[in-house]
């Protein structure tokens, strides 16, 4: 299983090279003035998504009319004062050249990967048979690390939230040994949860991490925590080249990362999958606070390195 599946990989990789996502690229740019076609949405992004901000007009909004009011946002916005140098300058050519994949926008919805990165995960657990993605939210963040801390956070507080009476001030975070070293300092920053390794796990307020299938020993153990919510299966080692794949799992929450992967651990990309739509969004604004939106440029390499494995 494991060389034959090898063999596949490299044979694909000779043969595949990466799909620019540019090539539809619409010459002259529909959404000029003021906004730009943005090839991975296939929609206009602009100044403020569709047009010039308010009281602004013209050829790049450049116009400023001061008859008008304007309204002002005090708790947003988007560094686009310079997007036209990188978006028209390179060449005239936006998609012809590395530089003009650099998105200027920070990303938004939040923490939601861009959707040919997100179709591009989705087939390659399908193509893996090592994860039914169906009804399972997709969150991306940087790294498995990241989907961890996020996790932990936002699982920890729904479930105090939860609670009616005799409530605990935090929430207990446990792994059987032996456990990844990291777990207790991601745990750590968590001002909901505590690392508890003699944490009850008949405890509702018990949340278990689960690598699975363990580092460094491979053993795939069962979750002392009977509630599959409160589990956090880490599952970067749940691919082809490292374990057989027996049976296509489907749990309630699912951590994998690029750098077991692909990998392309300095990439820094890992992606949650959950069956709670309320705490995908919750782990979508941890990630969102920590970051201001996931990194273009990380997603756009992983998409081309998803790509150059699964052949399309
Ligand atoms: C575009 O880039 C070239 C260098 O590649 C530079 O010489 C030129 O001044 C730039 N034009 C504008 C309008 O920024
Ligand atoms: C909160 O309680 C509801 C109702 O009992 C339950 O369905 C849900 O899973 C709980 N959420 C968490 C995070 O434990
Ligand atoms: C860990 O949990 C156990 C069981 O609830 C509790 O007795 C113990 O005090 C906790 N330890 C720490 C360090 O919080």
Redesign the pocket.
Known sequence: MFLSWLALLFSILGAVTAVDICSDYPKPDPCLPGGEWDPVLNSCSGYDGRSCFQCYSGQFCKTREDTLTCQLSSTGGNPLVIAQFWLLNSTQEPCSTTLAHYRPAYQNPPGVPLPPLEDAIRKLHAISQNVDTSGRQLIGGFGATMMLHATVAA?SE??LK?CTSNCPPVVDVMAQPPYYDNYPYIVGIVQTARWNTSADPTS?YTIEILTYPNNPNGVRRNPLVK?P??VIRDMVYYWPMYTDIDTTISEPIMIFSSSKHEGLAGTRFGWGLYQ?SV?AQNVAQVVNVLTLGLSVDVQLRVLASIQAIIGH
Request: hydrophobic share 40%.
């Open positions: 699982l729904m479930i939860n509702p509630n919510n409160h709670d705490l």
